[in-house]
């Protein structure tokens, strides 16, 4: 079976700290997906990134970035420069071709708080 | 990408009754999802709504409970049936597009009294 863990519940942070929130993944497929989130207060989940399993490269997009490790079997995202619009849930998911491709594994989630 | 939409947004229901959520999708799509997000809590999959065909449902979720319908490639609703106030909770619809990355929709919040 497939499984997410995001250890970390909640963060807090003062604006321009960085935040790295941490991913651990399991699953026995060779090809997968994995996925960032992020759901603000207003409850909408907006999707940030997707990663496929042959592509190890780390990636950039402004103030975030991620790092993926599949030695460790981990996908970390940091939140360089915080701002106080960042302050939301955020999930990290797998999809895996063995248990019905498309279908999303979540994690438990991380809240993230800044403060100004 | 995919812009989705869904109606209605929020409600306030009975205990005892039934609501029917309605998902619309921008795009023609074959794959679509529902998910619950019980408060403060992960979201879990209900079902993948399927075109032509019976809802596919997870581990714990009934289709006399959660009768799903996907009459078209853009389309889906999802009842929740005989609400209790555990199943208070947001109701969102995804759906997979061809890059194999989900988008979902706002969200549908339900309290039940």
């Known amino acids: 079976a497939q499984k997410v863990t995001q250890a970390q519940t909640e963060i807090s942070v003062v604006e321009k700290e960085d935040v790295t929130l941490d991913c651990v993944y399991e699953?026995?497929?060779?090809?997968?997906?994995l996925f960032w989130y992020k759901q603000p207060p207003s409850g909408e989940l907006v999707f940030l990134i997707r990663?496929?399993?042959?592509?190890?490269q780390n990636e950039i997009s402004g103030r975030y970035s991620w790092n993926f490790q599949k030695s460790t079997s981990s996908f970390n995202f940091t939140i360089t420069a915080s701002q106080v619009v960042d302050s939301a849930v955020y999930f990290c998911?797998?999809?895996?071709?063995?248990?019905?491709?498309?279908?999303?594994?979540f994690g438990a989630g991380t809240q993230v708080v800044v403060t100004p | 990408s995919a812009v989705i939409s869904q109606k209605p947004s929020r409600d306030i229901c009975q205990r005892g009754t039934s609501l029917t959520i309605q998902c619309q999708v921008d795009?023609?799509?074959?794959?679509m999802f529902w998910y619950r997000q019980q408060p403060g809590q992960s979201l879990t999959l209900i079902a993948t709504?399927?075109?032509?065909?019976?809802?596919?449902?997870e581990s714990g979720f009934v289709i006399d409970k959660f009768p799903i319908s996907r009459p078209n490639l853009t389309f889906s609703t999802l009842t929740v049936s005989n609400m209790s106030p555990e199943d208070s909770s947001i109701y969102l619809c995804?759906?997979?597009?061809?890059?194999?990355?989900?988008?979902f929709g706002p969200g549908t919040r339900l309290t039940v009294l």
């Open positions: 998911a797998l999809s895996g071709v063995t248990d019905s491709w498309g279908k999303l594994q």
């Open positions: 699953t026995r497929d060779t090809t997968y997906y």
């Open positions: 990663r496929n399993s042959f592509d190890e």
């Open positions: 795009s023609q799509v074959t794959m």
């Open positions: 709504a399927n075109q032509g065909s019976e809802a596919t449902y």
């Open positions: 995804s759906c997979r597009v061809s890059t194999d990355t989900q988008y």
